[in-house]
């Protein structure tokens, strides 16, 4: 009987986190999110290629950023406006650098605006500052992406320098440099945990937004692994819709990782009473433990 009264519980928790999904609006704002990304997709790149030539990477790595970052069947198309980058004068930058950043900074204000509305908060923040904080929020996942890329080709330097030292931290250093999958989903994570963190007007701790930043980053891999072998495996969707195939896939693929975002925070805000219980209950049966291995040694 207890068993049945546990698995309603479980039952009524799921129907309830997709009916407050409903109500919340979060496919809504994912696809105005999606929407303005996508207007800054092609420029952001261009931006982005753009600056990293003055940079120690070069097109090999850029190519391994991509190849990580984003589903196989859409690498095609985004190499192709890296190397007509890599070709052109740097005179694009100026225009792309506006219009990259208007995109973004309209698809972020979509985000800050479905987050405050998952976490029932209203927006009191200047409108100005709000949008200068979309606009610096963008600017730091950018910068974050290059910081990124000049850690893979700085990687080997400071895991040598490290191994030098501390030889066995110099070789799990190695490993994870190595584990391409493993440095995707951190990334991931960290950048989930600092938008659940700083974007809604509300005030949290990082420990809070672990869950589902957690959840969300494996669930962004899958995803995304996923959508890549479909697409190898059936390829008849590309025959019909040939070149605008991979429009289209840009806009499916980002349209559901803006849900799977939002989703993220649904699940920090509708579960938050439980994962505070459950993480109480596991604190008390952590001192419990203690407790009573104090008692046997006494």
Same mark, same amino acid.
């Not at 129907?15 to 109500?23: A, D, H, I, K, Q």
């Not at 910068?143 to 080709?153: F, G, N, R």
């Not at 499916?252 to 799977?260: A, D, E, G, P, S």
């Given at each position: 009987?207890?068993?049945?009264?546990?698995?309603?519980?479980?039952?009524?928790?799921?129907?309830?986190?997709?009916?407050?999904?409903?109500?919340?609006?979060?496919?809504?704002?994912?696809?105005?999110?999606?929407?303005?990304?996508?207007?800054?997709?092609?420029?952001?790149?261009?931006?982005?290629?753009?600056?990293?030539?003055?940079?120690?990477?070069?097109?090999?790595?850029?190519?391994?950023?991509?190849?990580?970052?984003?589903?196989?069947?859409?690498?095609?198309?985004?190499?192709?406006?890296?190397?007509?980058?890599?070709?052109?004068?740097?005179?694009?930058?100026?225009?792309?650098?506006?219009?990259?950043?208007?995109?973004?900074?309209?698809?972020?204000?979509?985000?800050?605006?479905?987050?405050?509305?998952?976490?029932?908060?209203?927006?009191?923040?200047?409108? $100005?500052?709000? !949008?200068?904080?979309? +606009? /610096?929020?963008? #600017?730091? @996942? =950018?910068?974050?992406?290059?910081?990124?890329? %000049?850690?893979?080709?700085?990687?080997?330097?400071?895991?040598?320098?490290?191994?030098?030292?501390?030889?066995?931290?110099?070789?799990?250093?190695?490993?994870? $440099?190595?584990? !391409?999958?493993?440095? +995707? /989903?951190?990334? #991931?994570? @960290? =950048?989930?945990?600092?938008?659940?963190?700083? %974007?809604?007007?509300?005030?949290?701790?990082?420990?809070?937004?672990?869950?589902?930043?957690?959840?969300?980053?494996?669930?962004?891999?899958?995803?995304?692994?996923?959508?890549?072998?479909?697409?190898?495996? /059936?390829?008849?969707?590309?025959?019909?819709?040939?070149?605008?195939?991979?429009?289209?896939?840009?806009?499916?693929?980002?349209?559901?990782?803006?849900?799977?975002?939002?989703?993220?925070?649904?699940?920090?805000?509708?579960?938050?009473?439980?994962?505070?219980?459950?993480?109480?209950?596991?604190?008390?049966?952590?001192?419990?433990?203690?407790?009573?291995?104090?008692?046997?040694?006494?």
């Amino acid at each position: 009987m207890k068993k049945k009264n546990k698995t309603r519980s479980v039952t009524g928790l799921l129907f309830g986190f997709m009916e407050r999904v409903s109500g919340d609006h979060v496919g809504a704002y994912a696809t105005q999110a999606a929407y303005f990304l996508i207007m800054s997709f092609i420029p952001c790149i261009l931006f982005l290629t753009t600056l990293v030539r003055y940079t120690p990477l070069t097109y090999n790595v850029v190519r391994d950023a991509i190849v990580a970052f984003i589903p196989e069947n859409l690498q095609s198309f985004v190499l192709g406006i890296v190397v007509d980058v890599y070709k052109r004068s740097t005179a694009i930058v100026p225009l792309s650098a506006i219009v990259a950043l208007w995109s973004a900074g309209k698809g972020m204000q979509s985000i800050i605006n479905g987050l405050n509305t998952i976490y029932h908060v209203k927006e009191t923040r200047n409108w $100005l500052l709000t !949008r200068i904080y979309a +606009v /610096f929020y963008t #600017l730091s @996942l =950018v910068i974050a992406v290059i910081v990124s890329l %000049l850690m893979l080709v700085l990687g080997n330097e400071i895991q040598k320098v490290v191994s030098r030292y501390i030889p066995f931290l110099g070789r799990v250093l190695g490993k994870i $440099l190595g584990a !391409r999958a493993l440095l +995707v /989903f951190g990334v #991931l994570f @960290l =950048v989930f945990l600092m938008l659940y963190k700083v %974007l809604p007007n509300r005030k949290a701790t990082f420990k809070s937004q672990i869950p589902g930043a957690l959840i969300i980053a494996v669930a962004w891999s899958i995803f995304s692994y996923g959508f890549s072998f479909y697409f190898e495996i /059936f390829p008849g969707f590309s025959n019909m819709y040939g070149n605008l195939a991979t429009i289209i896939m840009v806009m499916v693929w980002l349209y559901i990782c803006m849900n799977l975002l939002l989703y993220g925070a649904e699940i920090n805000a509708y579960f938050e009473k439980e994962f505070r219980i459950a993480h109480k209950s596991v604190q008390e049966l952590l001192a419990h433990e203690k407790e009573k291995k104090q008692q046997e040694n006494e």
